[in-house]
């Protein structure tokens, strides 16, 4: 119920935050303003999706309070992993390699593929959730 709940207030404030952006866009006579709408939008809605699938199963395998310091560790590790993979890319590739042409021939598949982790995160944290609560004694 937590999840659907989750999931519910996520589309809806994902809704009105896409209405917003493009009618600031409109008004700002932003170039691309449904493009910038929906790249903002979808980044904005994976990282909510990142964020409870680490949320909810940590809160019930530690408790509230355990269970935040224990999402914020999570969260802080996916990033410094991300920047280290990042460092690394361009500490090992050849120096003549153009990692933003590359960058933009990879965006059409990561265009699927971020929408996808999310996706898979949340169902992921669902099943973690189920198990957590299973072996739980109350």
């Known amino acids: 119920a937590r999840y659907?709940?989750?999931?519910l207030l996520i589309v809806a404030l994902s809704a009105l935050s896409f209405?917003?952006?493009?009618?600031?866009?409109?008004?700002?006579?932003l170039e691309d303003v449904l493009l910038s709408a929906i790249a903002s939008n979808i980044s904005v809605l994976v990282l909510a999706l990142l964020a409870i699938g680490v949320m909810f199963p940590t809160s019930y395998r530690?408790?509230?309070q355990k269970?935040?310091?224990?999402?914020?560790t999570v969260i802080l590790a996916l990033v410094a992993l991300v920047f280290a993979g990042l460092f690394l890319a361009?500490?090992?590739l050849p120096a003549g390699l153009d990692l933003d042409a590359?960058?933009?021939r990879l965006l059409p598949m990561l265009a699927l593929a971020i929408p996808l982790l999310g996706v898979l995160t949340i169902v992921v944290s669902c099943l973690i959730s189920?198990?957590?609560?299973?072996?739980?004694?109350?």
């Open 67 to 72: 269970g935040r310091i224990a999402m914020m």
């Open 90 to 92: 361009r500490s090992f």
């Open 130 to 138: 189920i198990r957590i609560i299973e072996k739980r004694e109350f």
């Open 4 to 7: 659907l709940a989750a999931l």
């Open 19 to 29: 209405g917003l952006s493009l009618t600031l866009g409109y008004i700002t006579k």
């Open 102 to 104: 590359m960058f933009v």
């Open 62 to 64: 530690f408790g509230y």
